[in-house]
């Protein structure tokens, strides 16, 4: 039996999420002709292209960005996460956020503790990481993060109800603020993105009467700076009703600043 361009563009599709067995089943075409066309457009065959994990968890989790607590993840991989072929990687120095985001997807699978070091500043730190490895559930998250996103990334496609959130799993992730001066009442913080990125963020900032905010570029990477509206901008990505989500350091350290400023 031939296979037409469309058949053909539709096992293609299939095969990523499915095994050959399936799709003969679903379009009564045999394994030898799906392996055939397979091989003849270079993807790998067999169960272990897909890498699927039998360790349980919610592979539908980024399916819609529809709460709070998904676009806090979804910054949060986009700051401190890695997509690579089937494996989503989530990785931190603070085990906290590791066995909170394990949680929010209802995973089995084990956190480990690992010796990183930061590019930038060529240190060395413990970190915690969780692997999922799943073609699946990499392919949902590229919907909105894109792989080298090291190079170039943007604001994903989602509600602007959840901006905030989003922002605030990318501070959390690769995010700062200090605190200084006489008493130590002034406060500053940065943001660290791509340019395109930190531009987008600027002009929601803006769109909400900040003042003007300052991106600088460095050779590896790009910081939005905010002075005088520092602490607006915190009250802007923290929401105590997403208070046991957030990265418990950094939100203290907030909460505490505030209310001594009160």
């Not at 009564?28 to 272990?48: A, H």
């Not at 996460?81 to 085990?95: P, Q």
């Not at 240190?123 to 590229?142: C, D, P, W």
């Not at 959390?172 to 006489?182: A, C, M, N, Q």
Request: net charge positive.
């Amino acid at each position: 039996m031939n296979i037409n361009k469309e058949k053909e563009n539709e096992i293609i599709r299939l095969s990523y999420f499915n095994t050959q067995k399936d799709i003969s089943n679903s379009l009564s075409v045999s394994i030898n002709k799906i392996s055939q066309l397979l091989r003849k457009n270079n993807i790998s065959t067999g169960r272990k292209r897909l890498n699927e994990s039998k360790l349980k968890f919610n592979i539908n989790y980024f399916d819609i960005i529809d709460t709070k607590e998904k676009a806090y993840w979804l910054g949060f991989i986009s700051a401190d996460g890695c997509l690579k072929s089937n494996k989503v990687r989530l990785v931190s120095k603070d085990e906290e956020v590791i066995i909170k985001f394990k949680k929010a997807i209802e995973s089995e699978h084990k956190i480990v503790q690992s010796i990183t070091t930061d590019k930038r500043s060529n240190k060395k730190y413990k970190s915690y990481y969780i692997s999922i490895t799943n073609n699946l559930f990499t392919r949902k998250l590229e919907k909105y993060i894109n792989v080298d996103k090291s190079q170039y990334f943007v604001m994903p496609n989602i509600n602007s109800e959840f901006y905030s959130y989003f922002i605030a799993g990318m501070f959390d992730g690769d995010g700062s603020f200090t605190i200084y001066g006489k008493n130590n009442h002034r406060i500053r913080a940065s943001l660290i993105s791509t340019k395109e990125c930190l531009m987008q963020i600027q002009d929601i900032l803006l769109d909400m009467d900040f003042s003007k905010t300052k991106i600088v570029e460095y050779k590896k990477c790009c910081v939005l700076f905010l002075y005088n509206n520092a602490l607006d901008f915190l009250n802007y990505i923290y929401n105590e009703k997403l208070s046991d989500v957030y990265l418990t350091r950094k939100y203290d350290k907030y909460k505490k600043y505030k209310n001594e400023r009160k």
